[in-house]
């Protein structure tokens, strides 16, 4: 089963190591040392919960239904593009970059931001429940669980090591225009998803 569970934890990681919402979300709670433990295990266990969801093949249903598909496509495009807008204003904002700018102080609020970023984000649902699951159903059922396991565990990994990672990087982002650079990098990378999927 250990070949089966690194393939899990490669296929998750090769899926999940990209800039998008909820990671940038996730490296800016991590800069500014702002609820990181709750905001890196809300990702990793939402992770799990849709790895598991996809395993046990609720991602060939999804792909059935037309009208679900459309509906997370256009909302996931849209909470996107207000991310990226928010972004955007934030990077050509010359007061309030700080450490904790663009960071959420408040754990309900950071809590509720994070299921947003997880939940509304359909980059997030196509990557865990159907390109995962539809890979676990290939496999033998006695190999499904493993392979979850592993792609699961992938997700684990990498949220704590984004989260807790960042702060490696406070003295670059000890500067303004490094801020800035983030912020605007981060509202193009969301623009280019948004219309992405509309297209």
């Known amino acids: ?42 990702c990793a266990l939402s992770d799990a919960l849709l790895i598991t969801l996809g395993t046990l093949g609720l991602g060939r249903w999804v792909q059935e239904s037309p009208a679900l598909l459309a509906l997370t496509r256009w909302g996931g495009a849209a909470f996107l593009l207000a991310y990226a807008a928010l972004a955007a204003r934030r990077a050509f904002s010359p007061h309030a970059l700080s450490l904790q700018g663009g960071a959420v102080t408040n754990l309900r609020a950071a809590l509720a931001a994070c299921l947003a970023f997880t939940y509304l984000n359909p980059h997030c649902w196509l990557d865990t429940v159907v390109l995962l699951g539809s890979i676990a159903a290939q496999r033998p059922p006695g190999e499904r669980f493993a392979f979850g396991a592993g792609a699961a565990s ?46």
Request: proline letters at 5%.
């Open 154 to 199: 992938a997700s684990l990994v990498w949220f704590f090591s984004l989260g807790y990672g960042a702060r490696l990087l406070a003295p670059l982002f000890a500067r303004p225009a490094a801020w800035r650079v983030l912020d605007a990098a981060i509202a193009l990378v969301m623009t280019a998803i948004a219309i992405t999927l509309a297209s």
């Open 1 to 42: 089963m250990a070949p089966v569970f690194l393939t899990g934890f490669a296929t998750s990681a090769a899926l999940i190591v990209a800039i998008g919402a909820q990671n940038a979300f996730v490296l800016r709670q991590g800069l500014a040392r702002t609820h990181v433990l709750p905001v890196v295990l809300v």
